[in-house]
Nanobody, 116 residues
């Protein structure tokens, strides 16, 4: 079992920045992939960014060049640095981790609201 907790959401003006953190309850060295998803009202949950154990990263086209995912193994934490935020980035952001046994865990989510 892995507990996952997000933090760092909030209200920001368009063009601003936020950094989300995702802390796992055990070593992320054992994680196959860690990622951030988001869900806006009335929309399906979508992948924002993910980072694999070897360091490979993937980003949604809508956030490329603005968001950066990174990990700190010593803190069992994955980060999502979000710059140049837009109102359309408003959503609940969820952290997802997948273990090497391909078991997935989700956090409770953190709200990000970008005002125009």
């Amino acid at each position: 079992q892995v507990q996952v907790m997000e933090s760092g959401g909030g209200l920001v003006q368009a063009g601003g920045s936020l950094r989300l953190s995702c802390a796992a309850s055990r070593s992320i060295n054992s994680m196959n992939v860690m990622g951030w998803y988001r869900q806006a009202p009335g929309k399906q949950r979508e992948l924002v960014a993910r980072i694999f154990s070897g360091g490979t990263t993937n980003y949604a086209d809508s956030v490329k060049g603005r968001f950066t995912i990174s990990r700190d193994n010593s803190k069992n934490t994955v980060y999502l640095q979000m710059n140049s935020l837009k109102p359309e980035d408003t959503a609940v952001y969820y952290c997802n981790v997948v273990t090497n046994q391909i078991v997935a865990y989700w956090g409770q989510g953190t709200q990000v609201t970008v005002s125009s």
